[in-house]
């Protein structure tokens, strides 16, 4: 199995700093990389597919870039509604693996 | 709108089974791959398993940790993705969440998600 190592596991920033979340992977997953939100006591939200596309109705200020084994989720302007878990998720091979997860809290 | 509607959670005892259903709605079930994704109280998320689309027969994948003891499965009639869970253990306890992928070229990218059902295995 791919294995994930997703850092750090939490951060603390303030409103309109800018958050950079890294995910590696065991071995090169090409860009078969998704990235998700999950607020406290809902469900996860899927932000970006194919390690930089945007899911409709995102906003620009995530994005996503990397490929092969590393990877990069970056939220310029941190907003309010930005302080969540996020999680990376591999879907090259069987089983499909997520990260452990980056907490954003507020500073 | 794309809805995904999970029920069924309940409290079981170990060694017991348990259905989970996931009703659908907003598009074409049959075009899109399906799959249960899981969380732990207070734990990551964990891929489960996997009900392809009807071009690929509706094939299903599943993880280590539950093969032979889950079944994915589809009920057309009511646009259900079903989880039938058997031999269930405490570690099987969690959050399940019904998840839809994107359709075409991008078939097994997720895109939406249920609120999910709570599976709770304890004696």
């Known amino acids: 199995d791919i294995q994930m190592a997703q850092s750090p596991s939490s951060v603390s920033a303030s409103v309109g700093d800018r958050v950079t979340i890294t995910c590696r992977t065991s071995?090169?997953?090409?860009?078969?990389l998704a990235w998700f939100q999950q607020r406290p006591g809902e469900a996860p939200k899927s932000l970006i597919y194919?390690?930089?596309t945007l899911q409709s109705g995102v906003p620009s200020r995530f994005s996503g870039s990397g490929f092969g084994t590393d990877f990069t989720l970056t939220i310029t302007s941190l907003q309010p509604e930005d302080f969540a878990t996020y999680y990376c998720q591999h879907y090259n091979t069987y089983p499909f693996t997520f990260g452990g997860g980056t907490k954003v809290e507020s500073k | 709108e794309v809805q995904l509607v999970e029920s069924g959670g309940n409290l079981v005892r170990p060694g017991g089974s348990l259905s989970l259903s996931c009703v659908v709605s907003g598009f074409t079930f049959s075009d899109h791959y399906m799959d249960w994704v899981r969380q732990a109280p207070g734990k990551g998320l964990e891929w489960v398993g996997r009900s392809r689309s009807k071009t690929q027969s509706y094939r299903t994948e599943y993880a280590a940790s539950v093969k032979g003891r889950f079944t994915i499965s589809r009920d057309h009639s009511t646009r259900s993705l079903i989880l039938q869970m058997n031999s269930l253990k405490t570690d099987d306890t969690a959050v399940y969440f019904c998840v839809r992928s994107l359709g075409g070229a991008n078939a097994g990218i997720f895109d939406y998600w249920g609120q999910g059902t709570l599976v709770t295995v304890s004696s």
């Open positions: 071995q090169g997953i090409s860009s078969d």
């Open positions: 194919a390690a930089s």
